[in-house]
């Protein structure tokens, strides 16, 4: 059972690194439009009207790959958030030390993620720190069925 303090600082280091996860996703979209006026590269037709010179591609290197990590944090980070929220407000993680180091070993592998994505690092470094975030999430996931269980809430 954790003591009152404990479980504030649980709540304190959820909403640290969920901000920093956010902020992190949000960048993204900053990179991508980044790319778009430095290459000269437009989403759609209409856009023209901001960048009369622009180009309306789908195959310029930068702009797509900034669009796919972004895409990447879209289909991770949400589902991760989701699940470490459930684990700390719901369920008994078993310290704040674990929690903590879920917490910061999901955010660390995310930055890293981008950081290998945008400058086009060789596999297999990319697939090695996703999977390494995915860890983390059927970690947590698996320890709030673990509690579920013992709680008779099935």
Not at 23 to 40: H, Q
């Amino acid at each position: 059972m954790l003591s009152s303090s404990e479980r504030n600082e649980i709540e304190r280091v959820l909403l640290f690194y969920s901000a920093i996860l956010i902020l992190k996703t949000m960048a993204m979209s900053l990179l991508t439009a980044f790319y778009r006026v430095k290459n000269k590269v437009i989403a759609t037709p209409e856009d023209t009207f901001y960048m009369p010179n622009g180009r309306c591609v789908r195959d310029d290197p930068q702009v797509e790959r900034a669009r796919r990590t972004h895409r990447n944090d879209l289909e991770n980070i949400p589902v991760f958030l989701a699940a470490a929220y459930l684990w700390a407000m719901h369920c008994e993680p078993s310290s704040v030390y674990m929690f903590t180091w879920h917490m910061r070993l999901f955010t660390l592998s995310r930055i890293i993620h981008t950081f290998i994505t945008i400058g086009a690092l060789r596999q297999p470094y990319r697939s090695i720190i996703w999977t390494v975030a995915w860890t983390v999430c059927l970690s947590i996931c698996v320890q709030i069925i673990q509690y579920s269980y013992q709680q008779n809430t099935l």
